[in-house]
């Protein structure tokens, strides 16, 4: 079981390039977590799907940044027109769809944005 | 919203020693707090966790202690070894939401 995958693991863009983050939840799983980790920042939400449907983005910046879940093996991020202070780590996490059940995390994406 | 903090942010301790992380948060709708483990350059790992409902919960060498009127977990890991050495993160979900809210980390390192 290799667990919840995430592709790239790094990405280096020009400012003003759009960055597409890939999750593959692990399988079974119906529920998959956005989340960003900088130094300054911190571990902070951004937005999850429970069976390929959004449910809460209310993390995410609300220009620029979108996640869709097309199927249920896998959940992209899109950042539009990246800026520097979208470097980070973005990580994918999935569950089971029971309540309060364990979130199991990918090993990150880390984007630097030049 | 919910914030969850952590002390102390840095522990340094000699192999053998007990340690302590202190975890506050501020939303009593909280129910369900994970704790998890970033060692460098690998990923989240899912260590323990404890539900409202409960007050004290115990696996090998970590016990997680939860006050629900002050609004306070602790984490006590024992014997600690060098391979318990990392960051580590206590969270909190709000009532039947499943995001998580995370605490600022506490980073540990064990001496041999």
Redesign the interface.
């Known amino acids: 079981n290799a667990g919840v995958i995430q592709t790239p693991r790094h990405k280096v863009t020009g400012k003003g390039q759009e960055a597409t983050l890939w999750c593959e939840p692990i399988s079974g799983h119906s529920a998959v977590f956005w989340y960003r980790q900088t130094i300054v920042q911190g571990l902070e939400f951004l937005t999850y799907f429970r069976n390929q449907a959004p449910i809460d983005d209310s993390g995410m910046p609300k220009e620029r940044f979108s996640a869709q879940m097309p199927n249920q093996s896998h959940s992209t991020l899109k950042i539009q027109s990246t800026q520097p202070q979208d470097s980070a780590v973005y990580l994918c996490a999935s569950s089971t769809d029971r309540p309060r059940d364990t979130q199991y995390f990918g090993p990150g994406t880390r984007l630097l944005v030049l | 919203g919910e914030q969850v903090e952590q002390l102390p942010s840095s522990l340094i301790v000699q192999e053998g020693a007990s340690v302590l992380i202190n975890c506050s948060y501020t939303d009593s709708a909280s ?2 707090f ?1 704790w ?1 483990k970033q060692e460098p350059g ?5 260590i323990i ?1 404890i ?1 409202s409902n409960m007050e004290r919960k115990q696996t090998q060498r970590l016990t997680l202690l939860f006050d629900k009127k002050t609004k306070h977990l602790s984490l006590h890991i024992t014997a600690t070894q060098p391979g318990d050495s990392a960051i580590y ?1 206590c ?1 909190a ?1 709000i009532g ?10 506490t980073s540990l390192l064990v001496d041999p």
């Open positions: 129910v369900y994970p998890y690998k990923r989240l790992q899912f966790d539900r993160f969270s979900s039947m939401g499943y995001k998580l809210t995370f605490g600022t980390g």
